[in-house]
């Protein structure tokens, strides 16, 4: 397996305008996490889905923030409008409902001017 | 709130050395305790977990305890080599499988 794919790698952008970054998470794992990771706040967890649901997105920052997951290998996260203090690494995780860790993905560095 | 700290924040020691990160949370009714390492521009890979029930694990010159009691954890790395540079991030899984972080310990080892 390739592992987690994320899209795109880097994303630079200007304030206002709508961001959407994509991950594939790996194949037949049930739970698939979005983080975001920043040097003054370290890796924070967003939302978690579990078999396409979202279970918990208690840590998603603000209504401008939605994540989806339509099927088992894609989910995506959308940030509209964007804003500077959403410039972070955005990282994807699978992990199987047997399996005790999470595999993360290479990340999305995202800027936001 | 679960809240997870790194000590120290980052740390230089030359090859060959051994060396302790530790890692502290604050409650102590955790499922599980993981070491991460991230390397620059990369994601996170798992190095070691430790069950709530268990006191320590071992993987080549990585070992890591487990105190739930005091809310401590140490990674103890053997004999550092410079491949060993990287950030280590201690993670405690509560229930309904959420993973809380630390901040991470920058380690660097010079050759």
């Known amino acids: 397996d390739a592992g987690v794919i994320q899209s795109p790698r880097h994303e630079v952008t200007e304030m206002g305008q709508e961001v959407t970054l994509r991950c594939k998470p790996i194949?037949?794992?049930?739970?698939l996490f979005w983080y975001r990771q920043t040097m003054m706040r370290g890796l924070e967890l967003l939302i978690y889905f579990n078999n396409n649901v979202p279970i918990d997105d208690s840590g998603m920052p603000e209504d401008r923030f939605s994540a989806k997951m339509p099927n088992a290998s894609f989910s995506t996260l959308k940030i509209q409008p964007s804003e500077p203090r959403d410039s972070a690494v955005y990282f994807c995780a699978s992990r199987g409902v047997s399996e005790e860790t999470q595999y993360f993905g290479p990340g999305t560095r995202l800027l936001v001017l | 709130k679960q809240e997870v700290t790194q000590i120290p924040a980052a740390l230089s020691v030359p090859e060959g050395e051994n060396l302790v990160l530790n890692c502290s949370f604050t409650?102590?009714?955790?499922?599980?305790l993981q070491w991460f390492r991230q390397d620059p521009g990369k994601g996170l890979t798992s190095l070691l977990l430790i069950q709530s029930s268990q006191r320590e694990q071992t993987s080549g010159r990585l070992n890591a305890s487990l105190d739930k009691s005091s809310g401590r954890s140490t990674l103890y790395i053997a004999a550092s080599q410079p491949g060993d540079s990287a950030t280590y991030l201690c993670?405690?899984?509560?229930?309904?499988?959420?993973?809380?972080f630390g901040a991470g310990t920058r380690l660097f080892v010079k050759a």
């Open positions: 409650d102590s009714a955790i499922y599980n």
């Open positions: 993670a405690v899984g509560t229930g309904g499988f959420k993973t809380i």
């Open positions: 194949s037949g794992h049930d739970y």
